[in-house]
């Protein structure tokens, strides 16, 4: 019996896995649209790995060239695109540039590399560069899991299957350094390259796994957002609103006052009219730009409906709710909208109500009808003005 046929047997379960995440990746990026850039560099870096360990399974059977170099720099850009995807299934971002600055050096280092006698050199190279990817791979991912609100909680835990793969490539190196010859071709039975295939297969079902995970709760993220934000100016709608001013109604037994503030376009008919629909859309738009920088991390803007939006502020009393508000109305007043080479000018009505600590009691519609009660008495008093 071939002594080396259960390092074969285990590769070629890793070959199988990687066909797997393949499918699985490509399916999420093409067919469910689930992060397709990140997703399908996910299956471009399962194709490289399958192919890199299918053809260090074929050492001493196929052309060396291939089996020995040409595999070597297809784990190396297999770990690459892991790299790259890793973070971006939760940041967004493709990070080529630093990744670039590992992988090319590393690539060129293996094209000019002598594959003579042990390998000590091409599997230092390879286990060193390997593990510096997977190690930046684990650090981005980390980073972008602590910056996402909803998912903060487990950063570490979800980045833990690249870290242990770091860990496990620089051991390849280390074992390279200790035991030089013994250990660089995983084809040579040993008891370290058979723990490392294990290792490395599990590391990669996880890695797939805990990646993949990632990638559905961005999905399912995308779209509680979509349920609970205006698809037109992304603000919140009016559902989600209703739960943020129940919660902070609820502080208002506590002590933590609250404040709203109404705010509807003026005219906003008479611009649908002249200028279109189009026009009308770009309107709300600007207004919820505009506004924005007036507001808090712990304030609530929301779209009521139409032209109508309302703010909850936190913490705030009547005077302070009507600071917010002149500011919010000059800056919409001073900002017109530029439509197909005409400056419309665009105004707003604002109205102010405070709760107070007797509304604790009641329920907080009463709280939003006093605001909205000022909203009219500020379009009779002729539009453009605050009140409270």
Known sequence: MNSSAPNITLLLAMVMTTCFGTLVWSGMSLAARIAPRASLAMAGSNVLAGL??????????????????GSDILLLLSFALLR????????????????????????????????????????RILG??????????AIDTWRALRQAARIRRMPTALALPLLLLALLMASRTLETVVHPGRTADLLIPSSYN??????ALVLTVAQNATLAFLALVRLILRIERLTEHDALTDVLNRRAFARELQSAHARLKRGHGYALVMIDMDRFKQLNDTLGHAAGDA????LVQVVSPCLREVDRLARMGGEEFCVLLPDTDLAGAA????????????????????????????????ALPKDAELAADLVLARADAALYRAKAQGRNVVQP
């Open 52 to 69: 890199g360990l299918g053809l260090h399974a074929l050492r001493g059977l196929g052309p060396d060239p291939l089996c020995y170099r």
């Open 84 to 123: 790259i995807a890793a973070p971006a299934l939760v940041a967004r971002e493709l990070r080529w540039r630093s990744t670039l600055m590992v992988a090319a050096p590393a690539t060129l280092l293996l094209l000019f590399a002598p594959y003579e006698g042990a390998l000590v050199v091409p599997m």
């Open 128 to 137: 060193t560069g390997t593990a510096l990817l997977a190690l930046l791979a």
């Open 194 to 199: 058979h723990g490392f295939l294990w290792a």
């Open 283 to 286: 309107a709300l738009r600007q």
């Open 323 to 354: 600071l917010v508000a002149e500011r919010m109305r000059v800056l919409i007043d001073s900002t017109p909208l530029q439509w197909q080479d005409l400056d419309w000018p665009l105004t707003a009505s604002l109205g102010i109500a405070e």
